[in-house]
């Protein structure tokens, strides 16, 4: 199994300011085929179902605001929020679909400083 | 526009079989790439992935639960159904089914279905 450990466990940041989440997988996602990397994204808030925000590692689904980013290749990856906002606030998941198990991260709480 | 609904019951006892069906809308298993997953997240902890159907009726499954569940779909029906055997309270969890295509991300969710495990 392909284990996503994420950095750090909880983040309190300003409003304004940058929020940066990082993941990395036991294994490389990176498919050398296409050199693609099989690495989503995804905001939860409470109560509500996750919400995919990123895939491929750093393609923004559609109608996510472009404050949010995603970099990174191979076994290390980061979500950046370029400048908080208040509905921002909520738990974020990277997920690897290279290959099954589709395994999740443990998760990311994201708070208001 | 996809949509997706879980359904089941929300309290099971210990020992017993936990029968879910996801009922969707806005695409089909006769696309090649479909697939429906399921994924389940404990009260306050993380998701876990449990077991993806794909539109061949290929599966995959958690290797830690393998033993315990059964995906099957009903395309006429537009389900997908996940079984689990012998809960336990450590099952009670929101259970969520997503949509995906082959070979990405899970794109569309359901609400998802809070199920306790008690007695």
């Known amino acids: 199994d392909i284990v996503m450990t994420q950095s750090p466990d909880s983040l309190a940041v300003s409003l304004g300011e940058r929020a940066t989440i990082n993941c990395k997988s036991s294994?490389?996602?990176?498919?050398?085929?296409?050199?693609?990397?099989?690495l989503a994204w995804y905001q939860q808030k409470p109560g509500q179902p996750p919400k995919l925000l990123i895939y491929w590692a750093f393609t923004r689904e559609s109608g996510v605001p472009d404050r949010f980013s995603g970099s990174g290749s191979g076994t290390d990856f980061t979500l950046t929020i370029s400048s908080l906002q208040a509905e921002d606030v909520a738990v974020y998941y990277c997920q690897q679909y290279y290959s099954s198990p589709y395994t999740f991260g443990q998760g990311t709480k994201l708070e208001l400083k | 526009q996809i949509t997706l609904k879980e359904s089941g019951p929300t309290l099971v006892k210990p020992t017993q079989t936990l029968t879910l069906t996801c009922t969707f809308s806005?695409?089909?298993?006769?696309?090649?790439?479909?697939?429906v997953g399921w994924i389940r997240q404990p009260p306050g902890q993380a998701l876990e992935w449990l077991a993806l159907i794909f539109w061949d009726d290929d599966k995959r499954y958690s290797p830690s639960l393998q033993s315990r569940l059964t995906i099957t779909k009903d395309s006429s029906k537009n389900q997908v159904v996940l079984t689990m055997t012998n809960v336990d309270p450590v099952d009670t969890a929101t259970y969520y089914c997503a949509h995906r295509l082959q070979p990405r991300w899970f794109d569309s969710w359901g609400q998802g279905i809070l199920v306790t495990v008690s007695s």
């Open positions: 806005g695409f089909s298993f006769t696309t090649t790439g479909v697939g």
């Open positions: 294994q490389g996602v990176l498919y050398s085929s296409n050199s693609k990397n099989y």
